[in-house]
């Protein structure tokens, strides 16, 4: 069975950066994507980026893309999620999840396609 945790959160200033990791323990399969989600309190649940375990599909939200980028190390298994001029709109509880792609390598963009997921962490930008 699947286990994921995060780290890497905290508090940075606005226009920082940080890193966070996912730490993934048991069995991927060809089929699988992994992706990060933040919820806020004021917030809906927001799918930020995605990539597949094959490395044939990666891609970030909107609202975060040419600041945030996924990777993907195995041979540690782990996932990152490298967060660059952090702004307080970014301030959300961070997850990490895993799930099977929709076909063609392609991940999906619905959190309830996604399943297991970690516990979260908690990153706060302030201005």
């Known amino acids: 069975q699947v286990q994921l945790a995060e780290y890497g959160g905290g508090s940075v200033q606005a226009g920082g950066s940080l890193k966070l990791s996912c730490v993934v323990t048991?069995?991927?399969?060809?089929?699988?994507?992994m992706a990060w989600f933040r919820q806020s309190s004021e917030k809906e649940r927001e799918g930020v980026a995605a990539?597949?375990?094959?490395?044939?599909?990666?891609s970030v939200a909107d609202s975060v893309a040419g600041r945030f980028s996924i990777s993907q190390d195995w041979r540690k298994s782990m996932v990152y999620l490298q967060m660059n001029s952090l702004e307080p709109e970014d301030t959300a509880t961070y997850y990490c999840?895993?799930?099977?792609?929709?076909?063609?390598?392609?991940?999906?963009?619905?959190?309830?396609?996604?399943?297991?997921w970690g516990r979260g962490t908690q990153v706060t930008v302030s201005s």
């Open positions: 990539i597949h375990v094959t490395g044939r599909d990666t």
């Open positions: 999840a895993t799930g099977v792609d929709g076909g063609g390598a392609a991940c999906r963009q619905d959190p309830s396609t996604y399943t297991p």
């Open positions: 048991g069995y991927m399969n060809e089929r699988n994507c």
